[in-house]
C-alpha cells in the first residue's frame, strides 16, 4: 500500500508571509499527488495537483513540487491571506490506465495565517 | 464547480443499530467512494464503486458495511450493525473517470456518532 506523512500538523505564519508544507510517500509507483484545503464544516476541495511527469507546479500563489528521487512533495503558499486559513491535505495515488483513484491522504496541517 | 451532496450532516445513533448514510455524486460522474475520517486522523479509503460493483475495498470496510446506488439515486453506504468504533466523519466522493489522476470530489461529509 501507500503511506504519506504530512508536516507540520499546525502551521501558523503572519499575513503576507510565506507557508510550507511538506509531504513524503512510500511507494514509488505513485504518480499523482492533488493537495485539498478543507474549511470547518466544508468539504475537501482540490486546490493543485502535480503528476509525476512535473517537478513543479504553480497556480496564482500556490507552487507544488515534486521530487520524486525523494519522494517528497511539497505545497508553497506565497503571500498568505486570512482566508487561506484552513486545513490541508496531501495525497498521493498510483493510477494511470486501470488506476483506481484510492488516495492515501497525509494527516492534515492546519494552517493559520495571522493579520 | 462540481457539488456532492451528503445527507444528513450528524447522525447520532445507539451501537447495534443500522445507519444509511446518504451522497448524491456529481451528476455525470460514473465513480463513487467512500472515506472515513476519525476526529484529528487523516481521511482514509473505505471502498470505491462503479456500474454496480464494488472494485476494491479496504480493510477498514468491515462486513457490516455495504454500498450501493439503486437505479441512480443515492449512493449509499450502510452500516449494520454499528459499533462504537464506526463513530466518525464518512465523506463520499465521486470522480468522471477512473485512473489515479482524476480528480475527486468530495462532499461535506456525515458526522456518525454512534452511543
Known amino acids: 500500500g501507500e503511506q504519506v506523512e504530512q508536516l507540520p500538523s499546525i502551521l501558523r505564519v503572519q499575513e503576507r508571509s510565506s507557508a510550507s508544507i511538506n509531504c513524503t510517500y512510500e511507494n514509488s509507483a505513485s504518480n499523482y499527488f492533488p493537495w485539498y484545503k478543507q474549511e470547518p464544516g466544508e468539504n475537501p476541495k482540490l486546490i493543485i495537483d502535480i503528476r509525476s511527469n512535473m517537478e513543479r507546479k504553480q497556480i496564482q500563489g500556490l507552487i507544488v513540487l515534486l521530487d520524486k528521487k525523494a519522494k517528497r512533495f511539497s505545497l508553497h503558499i506565497t503571500d498568505t491571506q486570512p482566508a487561506d486559513s484552513a486545513m490541508y491535505f496531501c495525497?498521493?495515488?498510483?493510477?494511470?490506465?486501470?488506476?483506481?483513484?484510492?488516495?492515501?491522504f497525509g494527516q492534515g496541517t492546519v494552517l493559520s495565517v495571522i493579520p | 464547480g462540481p457539488k456532492v451532496l451528503q445527507i444528513p450532516s450528524h447522525q447520532i445513533i445507539d451501537m447495534g443499530q443500522m445507519v444509511t448514510l446518504n451522497c448524491d455524486p456529481v451528476?455525470?460522474?460514473?465513480?463513487f467512494y467512500w472515506y472515513k475520517q476519525i476526529l484529528g486522523q487523516q481521511m482514509e479509503f473505505l471502498v470505491n464503486f462503479y456500474n454496480g460493483k464494488v472494485m476494491e475495498k479496504s480493510k477498514l470496510f468491515k462486513d457490516q458495511f455495504s454500498v450501493e446506488r439503486p437505479d441512480g439515486s443515492y449512493f449509499t453506504l450502510k452500516i449494520q450493525p454499528t459499533a462504537l468504533e464506526d463513530s466518525a466523519v464518512y465523506f463520499c466522493a465521486s470522480s468522471l473517470e477512473l485512473g489515479g489522476q482524476n480528480t475527486l470530489y468530495f462532499g461535506a461529509g456525515t458526522r456518525l456518532s454512534v452511543l
Open positions: 451528476s455525470n460522474h460514473l465513480y
Open positions: 495525497a498521493a495515488s498510483v493510477g494511470a490506465t486501470g488506476g483506481n483513484n484510492k488516495l492515501t
